[in-house]
């Protein structure tokens, strides 16, 4: 379903009772698409894991992060 923004600032409870039923509302601005609502869902308690948390926890060149961070800032010549 297509709403306008004013719509969402007139209607916002009727937008919201459609997004309870379950439905995507897209919100338009000037006739460009600027938001989505989409119903919440709520998490079921499991703590999702980033691939990349960690990345460089082995890594040896940053062991000393100060250091190496001083080293990639440091100019070429």
Known sequence: ??????DLRFNSKWLLDTVNRGEVVVITFRGKPCAKLIPYEEENGQNKTNELF???KDN???QNVDKY?????KGRF
């Open 60 to 62: 040896v060149m940053a």
């Open 54 to 56: 960690g990345i460089w």
């Open 1 to 6: 379903m297509k709403a306008t923004a004013k």
């Open 69 to 73: 961070v001083r080293r990639l800032r």
